[in-house]
Structures are given as C-alpha cells and as structure tokens.
C-alpha cells in the first residue's frame, strides 16, 4: 500500500484543497452506522476532520485497472455499513477491513467493490470504516516505529464490529457461525489478528454486542502486511498474530513481485499454520504487484475472487 499511500501525503503536502471536502459517504440506498454509542475506547485526536478525495496526481486524478480510486482519512468516529445479499442469501457474512497503510482507508477499490462481489454472491457484506491514523502507523513522525505492534484502535473497532454483527444476525439474516473477515494490505493484518486474537477483548465491555464471540469464523488476507517478524532473519511469524490449532480456515494471497509487503508475509503465516494444524489455503504469484483490489488485469492474480468463492464452498461456508 505504499505507493498508494504515499501519493495521499502528496496530495495532504501539497495542501490541495480536496474535491469533496467531506467524510466519506456511501452509496445511495445505504446507511452507515457508529459501532460506538459513545466516544470510542483509546481515543485519540486527529490532526483534522474527515475528509474523502480522489486519489491525484499533479490535478490528474490517479487510476488502477483504467479506473479512478478514493482514499478518506483522519477517521475519528468508526462506523458500518451493512450490504445486503443481491443474490440468493446463502447465510454468510464478511466483515471487510480495507487497507491503506493503518495512515488512511482505501474504500472503493478495497471495500464497495468487494461488497458488490460479495452480495451478488449471496453474501452478507459488513464494510467498516475504522479509525485512522492508527498504530502502527505514528503521524508525530510519519513513520512505523515498530511495524509489528497491535492496531490497538483499528482491532477494537474490528472486535466491537464482528460482535455487533452475531447479535443482528438473526435480524440480517445471518447464520452467527459463517462470519468472516477479509483484509487488504493493512487490512489483511487487521484480519489476521481479529483471527488470532479473538480470545479477549482489547476493550472494557459496553452491552449485549460485547458478550457475544468475535472469534471469525474464516478469513482472507490479500497481499497482507506486518506479518514478518523479522524481514532479513526468515520467516517468523509477528508474535502478535498467535496462529495456533483453533485459528480459523484461512485463505491467502501474494504476488512475488509485491515490493510494498512482500510474498514472505503470506509464508510466514502459513508455514505457522501447518505446523499448528490450522487449516490455510495459499495462493502465490509471479507477477501482480500490490493494491489491485478486485479489479481484474491481464494478471492471473486478479482471479482471486473465483478462488475465494470455491474455497468458501470446501469450507461449508457457502452452499455448492
């Protein structure tokens, strides 16, 4: 995600005043909701208002797959937005964590567009905006001073969502026990460690939503990062994402030639889930580079979408 993230500075640098000047909003017919009936746990100050744009570059606006793309950052107020089944509801549900880098969100190209993947496919889509800037992230320096440490507030946000989501599941027409969670770049680490770290909450509980599990029942982790304990010594797992036998079936993917993260990150997780029994699938590319969503290319790497789908039916996931 860094080069998306980094023509995001450039825009902030270069004190553009932005197309929109507003949050980010969804599409007509959906509705955000605040998963926090008041001031979220570990709240920070932003440096400035939320505000969504076009990703530019010198006033041209910056395309991926031919098409344009949108970033919205200084996210104080984390909310939902629930997308029903276009298709025949098959019962599942994903809870879908953009990247960006844990600095902003990328919710087009790594978060509508899966929800329009996933309900044309039967499937419950939960798109959460969660708080950024964030740890790892540091804006005081604009750097990662420990890449591999907790996303306190974006986990919490993730952890308060998946509970949200089994106490309306009868209500969404969601079975509670074919929720999952699928991430991008950042987001993949966000994903990988609401799947590892479901034990306990990283927040005092509020209500009802906080006694319910947030243990996912699958995840998906594209081109992830802060994976890798230790880039130059192997493949080490991050020793906060504890992969151990209860971890749920998870799907990776990675491209060789992703020079943002690295293939190693998809490695390392899923030699230390063989090696715990837990069950992984791992989809490994020449070519395809980082943060191309689900817009198809002349890349291989962009059928992962099929993929995704067949491994959900050999979970029991969704129907054959």
Not at 195 to 224: H, M
Request: contains cysteine.
């Amino acid at each position: 995600m860094k080069c998306l993230v980094s023509a995001f500075c450039a825009v902030i640098a270069l004190g553009c005043a932005p197309l929109w000047a507003a949050p980010w909003q969804p599409s007509a017919g959906h509705t955000q909701t605040r998963i926090w009936p008041g001031t979220p746990p570990d709240d920070k100050p932003m440096p400035g208002p939320e505000l969504a744009d076009r990703v530019t570059k010198n006033g041209v606006a910056r395309t991926i797959a031919g098409k344009p793309y949108s970033y919205v950052i200084n996210v104080s107020d984390p909310t939902m937005t629930v997308y029903a089944p276009s298709g025949k509801n098959t019962g599942a549900a994903v809870v879908v964590f953009p990247g960006g880098g844990f600095e902003v969100l990328v919710p087009d190209l790594e978060g509508t567009e899966v929800c329009d993947w996933l309900t044309a496919k039967g499937i419950t889509c939960v798109l959460l905006k969660y708080r950024v800037p964030s740890e790892p992230y540091d804006r005081a320096c604009d750097c990662r001073p420990d890449n591999l440490t907790t996303s306190t507030r974006s986990l919490e946000d993730a952890q308060r969502t998946l509970g949200l989501v089994r106490l309306h599941a009868k209500e969404w027409h969601i079975d509670p026990h074919k929720i999952g969670v699928l991430g991008f770049s950042a987001g993949g680490y966000l994903a990988a460690e609401a799947a590892t770290r479901y034990g306990k909450r990283l927040y005092a509980p509020i209500d009802d939503a906080d006694k319910e599990s947030v243990r996912p029942d699958f995840a998906v982790l594209v081109y992830p990062g802060h994976l890798v304990a230790d880039k130059a010594a192997g493949l080490e797992l991050n020793p906060n994402v504890p992969v151990t036998s209860d971890t749920p079936p998870t799907f990776l993917v990675q491209a060789q030639d992703d020079t943002t993260d690295g293939v190693h990150q998809v490695l390392a997780y899923y030699i230390a889930a063989t090696k715990v029994g837990a069950p992984a699938e791992m989809h490994l590319y020449a070519q395809g580079g980082h943060a191309f969503g689900l817009r198809h290319t002349d890349k291989p790497i962009t059928d992962w979408p099929g993929l995704v789908e067949t491994w959900l039916h050999t979970i029991g996931m969704t129907p054959q």
